[in-house]
């Protein structure tokens, strides 16, 4: 029964002058679709998104400011908290950097044995990546079985380096322990075990209508927009460049690897997921290969507890799952750092986001936010 | 054409999603009933620190070098160095021992310094308390931790360790047991800044 009431408006007719106006909406910080805690102030048209700006800064820890407190050894485990996710190529990043400053001559098992973890964590981070973009797309299935397959990852990371989250695994030199008896065995039959199970997510997702339609053609990032902002990882091979710091600078051993680059086309969502799917495959490869190579010797070149880098600065770049991560150390010959700046890929990719967004509804920002992988902490460190 | 091209890709992809998924649905189950059952942990996990002591005595095995305490990142180790009054050994050994649990990071630092077995880090996970303040571990209550881990010395035996652990390059110059500071340059010692930090 209808109960007139004064305060119901009246009805608009036709002759009525609507006037629209811009209004705010913010998503975040608390936010399941932002992965962390991330503000995103969306300026809004209606439904279509006009301008985005990131807030960032919630998770700041100063961890740069942290590392002239730390000497080198110890400032080991802070590097693997800029990037959880993949904690290893944190790790090897800041291994490479200090390596350079103090010209370090790292045994050829311990590179190999880096490259095997590197890869599995880049495996580990893009299925977190590919579960939680499905999830936020709707899909809950390939949620869980991403996380079924990372678990086995995770399990041979502790049963090397006894942590599941927060490796701390390698040192100075080298590797901080080498690998138990059965890792060669168990990694083995897991990247046999990988290869159907991509295939799985990829007959769930890849071709799928609705996820066509979420992701095919949205957020487009062209080329020249992603050089201009300097976006780096599987974001910008989506755009279609070829640039992967595992090739164009090898470090560590990956000059003995044999791995292709995917790339995409049009730099749309579906693009940049396209090639973190692909890339799962290479790293798979990759692994594979260097279990075959894994040549004996030490672990670890000697480098004492009292590590003295000579004065100087060095600045040293790996490709992390994100994109490139690097670290640029001056050294005043004590045993801290004079000063660490860090390049995380998350921060810098997010710049684009604003490109990216802008024009689209604001059920997609969801969709182009995941396919960037942001890791909060990465952004803010 | 175009259109019923489209209409059966969509048709068939999404059967084949489901297909996909319908195949895992006789599978056991991968996950456990936590409280009822527990994943066996890994031998090299890293849980909860405890100190080691000699199976044939009792005692511990830490001759309160400092190493540990000086190399761990998070400064949450804190200890105070005792002698033995027998004047044939003078075995040191550490009069406090504690280990903040609220700020160790589990990286394992200390049990790779340290050269006597003395501190190790346990697949022992299950440490939740309703009181802060008993995160704080003191010595007593780490060695009865430790007293069921097995662990292989990794170092020469402690009898010999004793007379001259000193010659190791790693470890630390002998220090006067009165004034273990001093000895230290003050940018080096980590553990120096514990109590700002």
Same mark, same amino acid.
Request: proline residues 11%.
């Given at each position: 029964m209808m109960v007139d009431s004064p305060d119901r408006p009246e009805p608009l007719t036709g002759?009525?002058?609507?006037e629209t106006e811009e209004f705010v909406v913010n998503m975040g910080?608390?936010?399941?679709?932002?992965?962390?805690v991330c503000r995103l102030i969306l300026t809004m048209d209606g439904e279509v998104i006009k301008k985005v700006v990131p807030d960032i800064?919630?998770?700041?820890?100063s961890i740069e400011k942290i590392a002239e407190n730390r000497t080198y050894h110890q400032f080991m485990i802070y590097t693997d908290r800029i990037d959880y996710v993949s904690s290893m190529n944190a790790n090897h990043a800041w291994c490479v950097a200090v390596e350079k400053l103090a010209g370090i001559e790292v045994p050829e098992r311990a590179e190999y044995l880096r490259v095997i973890m590197a890869e599995l964590n880049r495996i580990a981070s893009h299925l977190v990546f590919l579960a939680s973009f499905a999830i936020d797309l709707g899909a809950v299935t390939p949620f869980l079985y991403a996380f079924r397959e990372r678990e086995r990852i995770v399990d041979l990371f502790e049963m090397t380096?006894?942590?599941?989250?927060?490796?701390?695994?390698?040192?100075?030199?080298?590797?901080s322990k080498d690998v138990p008896k059965d890792f060669v065995s168990e990694t083995k039959k897991f990247c046999s075990y990988l290869y159907p199970r991509v295939d799985e997510y990829e007959a769930i997702l890849t071709e799928n209508p609705i996820f066509l339609g979420r %992701? /095919?053609?949205?957020?487009l990032l062209d080329l020249p927009t992603a050089i201009n902002y300097s976006v780096s990882g599987p974001p910008l091979r989506g755009s279609g460049l070829k640039w992967d710091i595992r090739k164009d600078?090898?470090?560590?051993?990956?000059?003995?690897f044999d791995f292709d680059i995917p790339t995409g086309e049009n730099g749309d969502t579906w693009d940049r997921y396209k090639v973190r799917i692909e890339e799962m495959r290479q790293s798979a490869r990759i692994v594979e290969q260097a279990l075959e190579g894994l040549p004996e010797g030490g672990?670890?070149?000697?480098?004492?507890?009292r590590f003295r880098p000579p004065q100087g600065e060095a600045f040293a770049r790996i490709e992390a799952p994100r994109g490139e991560m690097a670290y640029f150390i001056v050294s005043?010959?004590? %045993? /801290?750092?004079y000063r660490v700046k860090i390049r995380t890929a998350s921060f810098c990719n997010l710049q684009a986001l604003p490109v990216m967004a802008r024009g689209w509804k604001i059920a997609d920002i969801v969709a182009i936010f995941g396919s960037l992988d942001i890791i909060l902490p990465e952004v803010d460190r | 054409m175009r259109a019923a091209r489209q209409v059966w890709s969509g048709v068939y992809n999404l059967v084949l999603g489901l297909v996909t998924v319908f195949k895992h649905l006789g599978h056991k189950a991968i996950t456990l009933q936590y409280p009822d059952e527990r994943m066996p942990m890994f031998e090299r996990s890293r849980g909860v620190v405890v100190l080691l002591s000699?199976?044939?005595?009792?005692?511990?095995?830490?001759?309160?070098?400092m190493v540990c305490a000086r190399i761990c990142p998070v400064y949450a180790i804190d200890l105070e160095r005792s002698e033995e009054p027998?004047?044939?050994?003078?075995k040191r050994y550490p009069v406090k021992f504690e280990i903040d649990n609220t700020t160790c990071?589990?990286?394992g630092l200390c049990e790779e310094a340290c050269?006597?077995?003395a501190i190790k880090l346990t697949?022992?996970?299950?440490?939740?308390?309703?009181?802060?303040?008993?995160?704080?571990?003191?010595r007593d209550f780490l060695q009865e931790l430790g007293r069921d881990v097995p662990y292989e010395k990794?170092?020469?035996?402690?009898p010999k360790a004793k007379a001259a652990?000193?010659?190791?390059?790693t470890s630390p110059k002998p220090e006067e047991p009165a004034s273990?500071?001093?000895?230290?340059?003050p940018e080096e010692s980590?553990?120096?800044?514990k109590p700002e930090a």
């Open positions: 002759d009525r002058n609507l910080p608390q936010h399941p679709s932002t992965h962390g800064g919630f998770l700041h820890r380096c006894g942590q599941r989250l927060t490796y701390n695994y390698m040192r100075i030199g080298g590797v %992701t /095919k053609g949205i957020g600078e090898p470090y560590s051993a990956y000059e003995k672990i670890k070149a000697k480098v004492p507890a005043d010959g004590s %045993t /801290k750092p | 000699d199976p044939e005595t009792g005692k511990l095995n830490c001759t309160a070098c027998d004047p044939e050994t003078k990071a589990f990286c050269n006597f077995d697949g022992k996970y299950e440490f939740s308390v309703y009181d802060q303040k008993t995160l704080l571990y003191d990794k170092k020469k035996p402690l652990p000193k010659a190791d390059p273990p500071k001093p000895e230290e340059s980590p553990g120096e800044d």
